[in-house]
C-alpha cells in the first residue's frame, strides 16, 4: 500500500502548474491516517520479532541505498519512525563510476544531510532477509519540513497530486526484463539454443525462480508469471497493476529481490539494457490506465472506443515522448537502442507512434482481461530506467494532452518503421539528442520542476562524457 491520496494533497493548487510548494504538513496531514499506520507498523514488529530496518531511498538513477539498523525497542523504533533518518546527500548524485556527479545540485547540498521519512504504508518484509523489515521514504531536508525537489520518488508523487486535484487516479504494472548469468557473466543456455519463450532457462534456473516468487509475495510485489526472452539469459516478470505510487516502490523492491536473491543462489541479475550491443536488450513497459470515481475513462467498456480523455492522454505521451526519452533510456546504451530504423522487424520503437496491438509502436493500447477497459503501454522504458521517472514522465506527459485538450493523430495500423508519414518525429537514439528535446520541452520541464531537469541533464551529459573516455 503506498501512500494515502489524502496525505500527498492539501487541496489547493492549480492542476495546470508544475512543482506546488510541499512541506512535511501536506504529506503528513492526515494525522488519524499516520497514527493509525504506525500503531499498525509497530504491532507487526512486535509479532514478528523483527530485530532489523533497512531503511532506503534511491538515488537519482534509481538504484536503491541503504541502511541497516537494529530495533532495540518499540518506543526507540516509534522515535525513529517519526523523527526520520539521515542520508548524506551525496547518495543521491554517486554515479555508477564512483565519483559526484558535478551539478548545481552538489553545489548546494553536497555537505548537507537530508531525512528520509518512512512511508508507513510501504512497511513489509525482506523475506530473503532473517527478520528484517523495510519501508520506503519521502526525502527532506534536514529541516524536515522541505521536500527535496530533486528526488525521483518525490517528483513522482508531485504528478500523483497533480493528477489526483483532476479528480483522477493511475493505475499502472511494469514489465521487467533481466538477465539471468553466472557468476562470471556465462550464459546459462549454450550458444545457438532457441531462447524466446522457452523452456530450458525456467528448468535450468527453476530454485531460483520459486524462490523469487515465494519471496515477492511475501513481500507484497504482485507478479503474475515470467518467461525466457530473446537474448540469452533473459527473463521477463509480468507485474499485477497497482494504483498510486506503489508499482513504482514495487520495482524497486522486485529488483532488489531479482538481485540478491541471485546471489545467493549463485547467479548474477543483470538490469543493463544492451548487454550485447546488437540493439536487442532488456526493457521496462509501463502498462497504465486513468480512472475516476465510476472506474476506468480510457476506454468505453462497451464499445472499446477510446474516451476523449484517452485519446488525450495518448495526445500527451505523443506530444511529448521525445523529451521523455532520456528520462525513460537513461544511458548511452540504452538510447541507442532505438537507432536502426531501417530494421522492420524488430519491436523496439523508433518513430513516434500509437497503435492498437501493435508492437512496432511507441505506445501500445490494449485490451484488459475483463471488465476493466483498455490500458496503455509505454515502451520507450530501458530496464535501467528509474521506475519513478517512468511514472512521473508518463504522467506529466498525459497530463499536458489532458488539460490542453491535444488532438489524437492518425493510428498507425501497418509497421511503425515504415508505414509512418514523412515528417513523422523519430525517438531519439542519441544522448546528445535526447537530452535538447528534453530542454526544448517547456511544458514537461516546468510539469517536472526545473531543479529537477537541470539534475537530470547534469546527469545525463555526465553519462556522456563517460562512455567517451571509456572508448578512448
Known sequence: MGLKWSTLSSGKGSPTTGQEHLTMSTITEDKVYRLKELKRVLNDFKKRGIKWIRVEITDINGMACCKMLAVHTLKDLE??????????????INSHSGSFYESAFKVKYFFSDFCALPDLGSFRMIPWLE???????????????????????????????????????LMSACELEFRLCGTQGQDLLEEGTRISFSTKILIRANDYIKKLFECLKQAGVPVDGIHAEYIPGSLELIMKPSFG????????????ACKEIALCNGYIAQFIPNPSGTGNGCTIHFNHSIWDKSGNVVSNVATGDLTDMGKHWIAGLLAHSRGLTPLLAPTVSGIK??????????????????????????????????????????????????????????????????????????????????DMPNNTPKIPCDMVEGIAALVQDTALCEALGQEFVDLIVAVRRHEIEYCNEKEI
Open 337 to 418: 537502442m532505438f537507432t536502426d530504423y531501417d530494421n522492420t522487424d524488430r519491436c523496439e520503437p523508433s518513430y513516434v507512434s500509437w497503435g492498437r496491438h501493435n508492437r512496432s509502436v511507441t505506445f501500445r493500447v490494449k485490451d484488459a482481461d475483463g471488465p476493466s477497459g483498455s490500458y496503455i503501454e509505454n515502451r520507450i522504458g530501458r530496464i535501467d530506467a528509474d521506475p519513478y521517472l517512468v511514472l512521473a514522465g508518463t504522467v506529466a506527459a498525459g497530463l499536458d494532452g489532458i488539460i490542453n485538450k491535444l488532438p489524437l493523430p492518425e493510428e498507425c495500423r501497418g509497421n511503425a518503421h515504415k
Open 79 to 92: 522515535s525513529k519512525l517519526e523523527r526520520g533518518f539521515s542520508f548524506p546527500s551525496g547518495c543521491i
Open 245 to 256: 505510487i506503489k508499482t513504482a516502490d514495487d520495482v524497486v523492491m522486485c529488483k532488489n
Open 131 to 169: 527478520d528484517t523489515a523495510t519501508f520506503s521514504t519521502v526525502l527532506y531536508h534536514i529541516n524536515r519540513k522541505d521536500l527535496v525537489v530533486e528526488h525521483p520518488r518525490n517528483v513522482a508523487i508531485q504528478q500523483l497530486h497533480r493528477l489526483k486535484s483532476l479528480g483522477l487516479s
